[in-house]
Every structure is written in structure tokens, then in C-alpha cells.
């Protein structure tokens, strides 16, 4: 059985598409506690969620094989392991400049009064 990480896919479907997400999900995104998301904050955490889950023995790196476990084609493997040493680390994982496009599309779609930041009725109210 594969496992669908919670990747900006997983974020869109909890902000967009109706599960709305709790206080809980609020907070794990506001990093410093100022009651606010900003882009940074929304991008550190989305990547980072993502990269865990694809590093399935937790050592900072994920190889062909962990990366293949979860995610059916590996293309975008090769393209994240910029110095191709064989294992992607989490600072090539967000280095990705379609990533960060990706995830600035849900942020600012989601920032409704387009302030750069997301507060929690924003998030909350659909
Ligand atoms: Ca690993
Ligand atoms: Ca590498
Ligand atoms: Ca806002």
C-alpha cells in the first residue's frame, strides 16, 4: 500500500477543498506564535512535512529507494538531487524553484486580503 504524503496536494485539500483545517494545523504553521502565517513560515513547514515523510528513516537524506516507496516516478527524484550524489537532502528538496511556485500559488490563494500573511479567519472561513 502506498502512502500519499501530505504535500502541498494534502495543504490545498485541507485549505481548499473543504477540511477545513483545526486550530491545531493553524498553529503548526505559525512558527514564531504571532498568530500569523507568513509565505516562509507556509513554505519551511509545507517542504519540511514533506520531506519527513519521504524520508522514512528519519537520517536528513532521502534515497532512489525511500523516495520510490511513496512516490511513483522518480524523474522528479533526479531533478531534486542537484549534485547527483544519489540521495536528496532537505536543502536541495526546497531549492526547487517550481516548489516554491507551487506552494506560493495555495498561499496566496488562500490569502484572501493579500497581505502576505495568513491569519486564522482566513484559513477558518471559507
Ligand atoms: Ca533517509
Ligand atoms: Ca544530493
Ligand atoms: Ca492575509
Redesign the pocket.
Known amino acids: 500500500m502506498k502512502l500519499t504524503p501530505l504535500g502541498p496536494v494534502g495543504l490545498l485539500c485541507l485549505f481548499l477543498i473543504g477540511c477545513s483545517p483545526g486550530w491545531k494545523e493553524f498553529h503548526a504553521l505559525d512558527a514564531n506564535r504571532d498568530q500569523r502565517v507568513t509565505e516562509d513560515e507556509f513554505f519551511t513547514r509545507v517542504t519540511g512535512d514533506s520531506f519527513k515523510k519521504l524520508d522514512a528513516n528519519a537520517d536528513g537524506k532521502i534515497t532512489r529507494q525511500e523516495w520510490r516507496t511513496k512516490e511513483s516516478s522518480t524523474s522528479l527524484f533526479s531533478v531534486s538531487d542537484r549534485n547527483g550524489d544519489g540521495v536528496v537532502t532537505l536543502a536541495e528538496f526546497s531549492a526547487g524553484k517550481s516548489k516554491r511556485r507551487q506552494v506560493s500559488n495555495i498561499f496566496h490563494t488562500v490569502?484572501?486580503?493579500?497581505?502576505?500573511?495568513?491569519?486564522w479567519n482566513?484559513v477558518h472561513s471559507r
Open positions: 490569502d484572501r486580503n493579500h497581505d502576505g500573511s495568513l491569519e482566513e
